[in-house]
């Protein structure tokens, strides 16, 4: 059996979106699964979109999803010779023709269809015709000489037998009347000398998957096997659109997603085994296989994909959450976190990722270890701190002064007997001291912040408060 090579071909003209994402990974996910490898390639024929900046986001983007392709990336536009030189061998053949056709009888032929209701085709004028008729000083495009009869059919892994009637695919350009290549040509010669086995894509290019399995047998090249993945819409059911989450991937970085955890929602947004939900990479590529591939359009759901990030902040070891949140913690306040920091975060960090859905909700649950006194309140906070809330600090202040071993359970012990010899509950006892602490009435348990601040801020934090 042949390897399965696949391929990932974005054209560089914007950012590596959520779609995109999908698709590279089920392309990814199939080479791992079969053995394979997977190709990357960036088709930047179009010279006036296409941009190294551009470039750069895709491949930013797919080093941070975890999707590293197996060979040098290939150009396109590099290419564009070996392009030319399979049209000219269709030529050669008469399987390709010279087309004089003029802009303006290409525009009566699109107003022709368009008051006929049908789509637009070219309609062949040249196929027969000797050069010689040509206008003078006419520059030429050259066109494939479609089959006009029967019909072209694609055996898709997910589509199923999709059947095109060859008369209803006119003949397409191959090269510009410039001499460049187009993206059709482009694509068939490029997949053919990649050794691409699997073409894995969006079901938009179903039909460009008939004009290319057109080329690839007049080339006596064996197409590749398709598979046409639905589109994903909105929660709506709609296309997706930038309100609904068609964002680039950095986008979702800046959001305090988890690369892990993106990429096993994109792996079930569309595909499925079962009731798994929760897939690791390891899992993910074992069972992955184009059968799971469903046939309707999948819907994207924020909710979901917060939860999904949710259960992997829950279950990451408190080191990879502290290095994947100080980028977060470094913006906010300005500045490196110090060593000393970090450990102090690794040490709450257990408290903090129970309620965090995103690298965002941990940053600000973790704001509190950064904060230079006198601290700031919420406005909440400087509400619950009134005359009696700072009275009963200033109680809790002796006895916390008074514990000679600084621990959590110390001091749950020490605030938990004063509370009870108060006659008030915990919570009573708890929250201000949670607003002298933190400046908010939202923290980790009472017990960890004062444990992880340490003795000397703690103290000195709740004595500021009692002094304002």
């Known amino acids: 059996m042949a390897t399965v090579v696949t391929r990932f071909a974005p054209s560089p003209t914007g950012f590596l979106h959520i779609g995109g994402a999908r698709t590279a990974l089920f392309n990814w996910l199939y080479a791992r699964h079969m053995g394979g490898r997977f190709l990357l390639r960036i088709e930047d024929t179009d010279r006036a979109r296409s941009t190294p900046e551009a470039i750069d986001a895709i491949l930013k983007g797919l080093r941070w999803l975890g999707l590293h392709w197996d060979e040098e990336p290939v150009y396109q536009f590099a290419r564009r010779e070996r392009h030319a030189e399979v049209a000219q061998k269709l030529l050669g053949e008469g399987k390709a023709y010279y087309c004089y056709a003029t802009p303006e009888e290409l525009e009566e032929m699109r107003a022709k269809a368009r008051a006929e209701g049908r789509p637009m085709g070219y309609d062949g004028r040249w196929r027969d015709r000797d050069p010689s008729e040509a206008p003078p000083g006419a520059k030429p495009v050259v066109r494939f000489r479609s089959p006009d009869e029967g019909e072209t059919i694609i055996d898709d892994q997910v589509q199923g037998k999709v ?46 998957a008939a004009r290319q399995t057109q080329l690839f047998e007049a080339l006596g090249w064996k197409p590749p096997i398709f598979a046409h993945i639905p589109l994903i819409h909105g929660p709506d059911g709609k296309k997706l659109s930038k309100r609904h989450g068609a964002l680039g991937v950095e986008a979702y970085e800046k959001m305090g997603y988890l690369p892990e955890a993106l990429r096993n929602y994109l792996i079930r947004l569309g595909w499925g085994y079962g009731d798994h939900e929760i897939l690791p990479i390891e899992e993910a590529i074992r069972l992955f296989d184009l059968d799971g591939i469903g046939k309707g359009a999948a819907r994207f759901d924020f909710a979901k994909l917060s939860a999904f990030n949710g259960h992997y902040i829950r279950n990451s070891t408190d080191q990879h959450l502290v290095d994947s949140v100080c980028p977060f913690i470094e913006q906010k306040i300005g500045r490196a976190v ?97 607003a002298a602490l933190t400046g908010t009435t939202v923290s980790p348990g009472i017990f960890d912040v004062l444990a992880v601040l340490g003795r000397e801020e703690s103290l000195a934090r709740i004595s500021d408060q009692i002094e304002t």
């Not at 059709?184 to 053919?192: A, E, G, R």
């Open 163 to 208: 059947r095109f009637a060859n008369k209803q695919l006119d003949d397409m350009v191959l090269l510009r009347a410039d001499g460049t290549p187009t993206y059709m040509l482009s694509v068939v010669v490029d997949d053919h000398d990649m050794g691409i086995t699997h073409v894995i894509r969006g079901d938009d290019h179903l039909t460009n």
């Open 338 to 434: 110090r060593n000393d920091e970090r450990h102090r975060l690794a040490t709450v960090m257990h408290a903090l990722k129970l309620r965090a859905k995103t690298l965002l909700d941990l940053a600000d649950g973790a704001a509190f270890l950064f904060l230079e006194r006198p601290i700031e309140l919420t406005d909440k906070a400087a509400k619950l701190l009134d005359g009696e809330a700072r009275a009963l600090l200033g109680r809790v202040l002796k006895e916390l002064e008074a514990i000679s071993e600084w621990s959590v359970e110390a001091l749950e012990a020490k605030v938990k007997a004063f509370a009870e010899a108060e006659g008030l509950k915990l919570g009573t006892v708890a929250q201000p001291l949670r």
